[in-house]
Each structure stands twice: as C-alpha cells, then as structure tokens.
C-alpha cells in the first residue's frame, strides 16, 4: 500500500482537528479510528478559545446548527452559598482589551461526529480499523501494523504517526514513549449522567451570567465537586468527582450514589434537581489522571489526552486536543519540508509548547483546590482578567509568560510540591 505522509490513529478531537489543520496546509493525512461514531463521550463544556478555534476551522454555521447551549462563562460554587462568575472573553487583535464572546456545550455524541465527518468530506482519508503496534525502524516510527474488519493484519507506512487516541495512550502502551506516570488527581471516581427539567438560569438581557447554557461547578471540599452543563433546554449533563475511598465507603451502586450526592453535596445544587430520573446509562471512570514524558520523536508525535490528562474541573480537555493537533500540524508541516529533515527531534519545539499549556492547567487546578480563597478572590478582584485569560484557554507562549497570576501560581505551587 502506498505511504503516506501522515497517519493519525483516532477520530476524536485531537484527530480530526489535527487533519483538518494538515488538510488546510496541503497534506492529506490518513484517520484510522476502531470505533463506529457516534459514540458516547464525556466533556461536553468548551472553553473560550476552543470557540475561537472551532470558528477558524469554518465550523460555526454547523455547530448553530445543531442548537448547543450558547456558553458565555462558568460559575463556581462553594458548600457555603457564595460563587464565583468567570466569563467567556476574547482579546482584541489591534488593542488586546477583553471582550465578551461565548463559546458552546455540546453534545459529545455528535460533536465528535461533526468534526470527523468535516475532515472527511474535505478530503481526509479514513480507515474504520484497529492499531495493533507501531512499526519501528531502527530508531524511528515509520507506520502503524493495522488489524481490518475482517481481522487481516496490514502494515501502513508513514512519514509522521500521530497518536490521537485519548485515554488509549498507544504509544505509551507500546514503550515507544516515555511510561505513563500517575497523575495528582488518580484516586478520583467521576460518576455521571444526565438529568431532565433541571431548573437553569433565567436567562438576562443584561447579565451573561444568567444566561441558561453556563456550565456550573459546585464543589464540597478538597477533591469532592460536581457539574451541570446543559446540553438543550430540557437535558442537562450531571457529574460527581469525589475521592475514590468515599466512593468506596459509600456501598452504593453508582446510580444510587449519583442520586445521594446531587442532592446533599451542594445546596446550589439541590435547589436545581427536579427529579432523579437519569435518561442516560450511569456512567464511572476512575485513575483518570496521567502523565507521559517524552512524547515526541524520530517519525511520532502525541497529540491531547494521548500524553497527559488532569482534571476535567475547568473543562480544558476538547480545547488542549484540538489546540495541540494546530501547534503539532505546524511542526509536522516543518519536519516534511527540508527545514526540519535534519532534526534529531523535530518535535521538540511543539512538545515543549503543549507541556507549557499542560503545566499552566495543572498549576491552575492544583492552586483552586490547594488555596481556595486565595482562588476566589483573585477571580474577583485584581487578577480577574488573569484568571479570564486562563480559562478562557490562553495558556501559551507570551500571553502565559505575562500573566502575573500563572506565574505567581507557579511559585506557590513549585514550592508547596518540594516541601511535599
């Protein structure tokens, strides 16, 4: 079979906005994805940029289309009856002043769908198969053995292999990378669902943050929270993230305890819940957070949740996919011209980029639940446009290094992690 110049091994975000970027560029990269879409998947809350991204990608009219919740920010729930609002803000190109924009939650399902059927119909090449190994010559990837419908094995050869498979982490699992490291979030248990007649926001002429498509974050105590992100008018996605002891201790099964916490782990919460009559199956994940180190090289490169995943709490997982598979794209397009051909690692600039973002949302994470109201309020007085900044999704090159907060969060969580 004829090489390509790019295999991308899964469908998702990461994939698909990294063909369409590649696509856009002049190279026609190959999809291999083992699952029929569409397919269930959690994330539904897309943050500020990803927005931005998505209206770059000529993605908006069918996104409109298909009526997701307009998103013009997050509010932030504690146990005591207090919040913080964080909005959806864009920088102006010609005086970086703060504007307010909105962005989407969508349905995973379908969003999927759309992105992948959009790279498709501009011409990305597609395959419905398994990756069984990556194909390794001397030290370099050079494609990917496949495993077809009818259960053939196949080799496929490539100049670049883009591992865009999620939580799979195939490279990983294949020792081409360096090994997955356990994440500060592993011993957690996200229980989720949906929920029908939950009692939104008003909605407001003047005040975004009533708006009834906001995603809302209500948290207990360190670790223990919940979200409520509206998928439509009637159905509402509906999540637990507590310690995996607590959930143990709990004995119930995950739809019963889904039930108990929506009700007692939040006031602003319960106040919401008009029955508990889930119209989706209860799901779990655990051990969700992970690290991969080394996760470029000769002829490969990670892209998303492939390499590294956190904490869903501020919704970064969809924007950090399909910003990686833009960032990765411009170091591939590199790496196929002559300028990057002599590289030992012509990844290593992206790579370097994706851990800078990566970093930025663990410290971010780690200091709202480390230091609380120390969090809240920088979110609501003077570094409040910092914290804009970084929620929206600005979390790369100049605009991350200049942000007072990010580098403040930074030394107070490099110091608290060493006297660890």
């Known amino acids: 079979m004829k ?4 295999i991308i091994i899964g469908g998702g975000p990461a994939g698909s906005a990294t063909a369409l970027h590649l696509l856009r560029s002049g190279v026609q990269p190959l999809i291999i994805e083992r699952e ?13 940029e990803c927005g931005a991204d998505l209206r770059t990608l000529d993605l908006e009219d069918e996104l409109l289309r298909q009526k997701y919740p307009i998103k013009h920010g997050v509010k932030v729930f504690n146990p005591h009856g207090s919040h913080f609002w964080v909005e959806v803000k864009k920088r102006c190109p010609e005086t970086n ?41 001397d ?20 100049d670049i292999l883009v591992d865009c498979s999620g939580q799979a982490t ?43 498509g906001n995603s809302l974050i209500f948290y207990k105590q360190k670790d223990h929270w919940a979200w409520m992100i509206p998928l439509s008018d009637t159905v509402t996605s509906i999540g637990v993230v507590a310690p995996a002891p607590y959930f143990k201790a709990q004995k119930l099964d995950k739809a019963e305890f889904l039930r108990n916490e929506i009700l007692s782990l939040n006031p602003d919460l319960a106040r919401r819940v008009t029955n508990t009559s889930f119209v989706e199956e209860v799901r779990t994940i655990s051990s969700y957070s992970y690290t991969v180190s080394d996760y470029t090289g000769k002829g490969f490169v990670c892209v998303g949740d492939a390499h590294h995943f956190t904490d869903p709490i501020f ?8 910003k990686e598979g833009e960032f990765a794209t411009e170091s591939i397009l590199k790496h196929l011209s002559e300028e990057g ?11 370097a980029l994706a851990t800078q973002g990566q970093d930025a949302v663990r410290d971010l994470i780690d200091c709202f639940w480390e230091y609380p109201l120390v969090f809240t309020r920088m979110a609501i007085g003077k570094a409040q446009d910092d914290i804009t900044d970084l929620f929206a999704g600005r979390l790369y090159g100049e605009a991350v290094e200049k942000n007072a907060s990010r580098v403040a969060m930074r030394r107070l969580m490099q110091a608290r992690r060493a006297g660890k």
């Open 3 to 6: 090489k390509r110049p790019v």
């Open 36 to 48: 029929s879409f569409p397919r269930f998947h959690i994330g539904e809350s897309l943050s500020g």
């Open 97 to 137: 002043a703060l504007i307010p924009t909105w962005t989407w939650s969508v349905v995973r399902s379908s969003f999927d769908r759309i992105l992948l059927d959009t790279a498709r119909n501009r011409g990305v090449e597609y395959m419905e198969c398994e990756a069984v190994a990556p194909i390794k010559e």
């Open 139 to 158: 030290d370099r990837i050079t494609g990917v053995r496949i495993q077809t419908a009818t259960g053939a094995l196949e080799n496929l050869h490539c």
């Open 170 to 212: 195939f490279l990983a699992n294949r020792g081409i990378t360096g090994k997955k490291i356990k994440g500060s979030y592993v011993n957690q248990v996200a229980v989720f669902s949906q929920l029908t007649d939950m009692i939104l926001d008003p909605g407001s002429d003047t005040d975004t943050s009533l708006a009834p």
């Open 315 to 322: 919704s970064f997982g969809v924007f950090l996919s399909m």
């Open 341 to 351: 051909a002599a590289n030992a690692n012509p990844f290593a600039p992206y790579e």
